[in-house]
T-cell receptor
Framework: AQSVTQLDSQVPVFEEAPVELRCNYS??????LFWYVQYPNQGLQLLLK??????LVKGINGFEAEFNKSQTSFHLRKPSVHISDTAEYFC????????????FGKGTKLTVNP | EAEVAQSPRYKITEKSQAVAFWCDPI?????LYWYRQILGQGPELLVQ????????DSQLPKDRFSAERLKGVDSTLKIQPAELGDSAMYLC?????????????FGPGTRLTVL
């Protein structure tokens, strides 16, 4: 069975600073990897996904993530954050050839301060 | 842009009462998911439909929860009787059902409070 660990429950940063949200996963088979964002009282929106190929994946709103198979990590980065990036971020995995069920981490609350 | 619709957005009920949530996926999406998100946690899959058939309901508490998607379009999730521990956000998602995996699109959710 897969599992996802998001190492930081809360990350406070100042506006225009860089940010990295960490995600590690565990699985006995190959996986697909995802980052979703959730704004208050809303559903989840896909930021980016890794399926195969280049390990550096670019997503919406200036976010990118890098897949590292040896470290089983998929950390999310943004070089300069805005107040509007304040939200909860979820890392998720699904198995290759499986039912496409997403297994989520517990989330990281990003707070961008002026 | 097409969206997943859910209703109601908020529901307050007393324990032992019955509650029902409705989801209308994006038109043409064959796969529909119901997730439960407890406060401070990530979403957890309750049930997955492919058209009108259940693909995975291994985490659905079947003694009190039921889900249906009779015509393979919209879906209803029911809880009877509700318990205090059922307080959570219930999220519906849909995807085209293509292999691959396909992107799941989430609705705004129904926030349930059980008193």
């Amino acid at each position: 069975a897969q599992s996802v660990t998001q190492l930081d429950s809360q990350v406070p940063v100042f506006e225009e600073a860089p940010v990295e949200l960490r995600c590690n996963y565990s699985s006995s088979v190959s996986v697909y990897l995802f980052w979703y964002v959730q704004y208050p009282n809303q559903g989840l929106q896909l930021l980016l996904k890794y399926l195969s190929g280049s390990t550096l994946v670019k997503g919406i709103n200036g976010f990118e993530a890098e897949f590292n198979k040896s470290q089983t990590s998929f950390h999310l980065r943004k070089p300069s954050v805005h107040i509007s990036d304040t939200a909860e971020y979820f890392c998720a995995v699904s198995e290759w050839g499986g039912s496409e069920k997403l297994v989520f981490g517990k989330g990281t609350k990003l707070t961008v301060n002026p | 842009e097409a969206e997943v619709a859910q209703s109601p957005r908020y529901k307050i009920t007393e324990k032992s009462q019955a509650v029902a949530f409705w989801c209308d996926p994006i038109s043409g999406h064959a796969t529909l998911y119901w997730y439960r998100q407890i406060l401070g946690q990530g979403p957890e899959l309750l049930v997955q439909f492919q058209d009108e058939s259940v693909v995975d309901d291994s985490q659905l508490p079947k003694d009190r929860f039921s889900a249906e998607r009779l015509k393979g379009v919209d879906s209803t999730l029911k809880i009877q009787p509700a318990e205090l521990g059922d307080s959570a956000m219930y999220l519906c998602a849909s995807s085209r059902g293509l292999a691959g995996p396909d992107t799941q699109y989430f609705g705004p959710g129904t926030r349930l409070t059980v008193l």
